[in-house]
């Protein structure tokens, strides 16, 4: 595992100079230059423009009263992928491209969720693939709509 990091490190950019190379000798220098250019500005605009319309969404989720987990997971997904484009190399670039595709980001959602685990103590907590969430116990009162309303709690104000 310990690795892994220095091998992407050093490896990524090896095999994004062996591209630029291969793409340069057959498309020649102007059009390879122009091609990560316009792949710099489209991660720009894409991360101008998605930022907005995930904000929105996130917005609209919240106001249904809803988790926005899939909005925030698909705007991460494409504030990274701005960046990846953003970056100069084609490999960055198809990554990137990959994490436009919808259906790849929420297959990529699902495999997260299944895999992810909170560990608290030592032990797994909450839902997970083979355990259903923790069950809490506890006590209710169902109020009457028509009583009339409690005193305001002491709870959150300086002492007088």
């Known amino acids: 595992m310990r690795l892994i990091l220095p091998l992407v490190l050093i490896g990524l950019p090896l095999a994004e100079i062996a591209v630029f190379i291969k793409v340069g000798a057959w498309l020649g220098l102007g059009p390879t230059l122009a091609a990560i250019l316009l792949a710099a500005l489209a991660g720009i ?6 930022s907005l319309a995930t904000l929105a969404k996130v917005r609209a989720a919240l106001e249904r009263r809803e988790a926005p987990t899939a909005e925030l997971f698909d705007g991460a ?10 970056l100069p190399g084609f490999i960055s670039d ?9 259906p790849l980001r929420q297959a990529l959602r699902r495999s997260l969720a299944l895999r992810t685990r909170i560990w608290v103590d030592g ?12 069950t809490i116990a506890g006590e209710y009162h169902e109020i009457d709509e028509a009583a009339p309303p409690l005193p305001p709690s002491r709870w959150g104000r300086d002492p007088p």
């Open 45 to 50: 605009w894409l991360i101008r423009h998605q």
């Open 77 to 86: 997904c494409l504030l990274v992928a701005g960046l990846l484009l953003i």
């Open 94 to 102: 198809l990554a990137a491209l990959l994490l436009l595709i919808a």
């Open 123 to 134: 032990r797994p907590v909450g839902p997970g693939p083979d355990r259903p969430g923790p």
